[in-house]
Nanobody, 125 residues
Framework: QVQLVESGGGLVQAGGSLRLSCVAS????????MAWFRQAPGKEREFVGG???????TYYADSVKGRLTISGDNAKTVYLQMNSLKPEDTAVYYC???????????????????WGQGTQVTVSS
């Protein structure tokens, strides 16, 4: 079983920055993947970006490329650095993990077995 705990959400003005963190505990595999999703009110959960440990690859949704960056430590902690934030980035951000070793980073929520509780990010205009 894997537990994920996010932190770092909050209220920020448009143009500002935030860094979210997610710590995984429990049994993880060498080349598992972690990803960030977000869900705004009334909308479906949306893939933001992810990282696959062991390979060190990252993958981002087109909508956030250049503004959001994923990095990690010791294959247990993943960060989401968010810059130049816009009001449309307002959402609950979820950390997720999959132990499947497909070699790539899935962008479908159904591909992830483990989820954190979510952290709210609100960007004011």
């Amino acid at each position: 079983q894997v537990q994920l705990v996010e932190s770092g959400g909050g209220l920020v003005q448009a143009g500002g920055s935030l860094r979210l963190s997610c710590v995984a505990s429990g049994r993880t595999f060498r080349r598992y993947a972690m990803a960030w999703f977000r869900q705004a009110p009334g909308k479906e959960r949306e893939f933001v970006g992810g990282i696959r440990w062991g390979i060190g690859s990252t993958y981002y949704a087109d909508s956030v490329k250049g503004r959001l960056t994923i990095s990690g430590d010791n294959a247990k902690t993943v960060y989401l650095q968010m810059n130049s934030l816009k009001p449309e980035d307002t959402a609950v951000y979820y950390c997720s993990a999959t132990m499947g070793d497909s070699g790539y980073i899935p962008s479908r929520a159904e591909s992830y077995e483990y989820w954190g509780q979510g952290t709210q990010v609100t960007v004011s205009s």
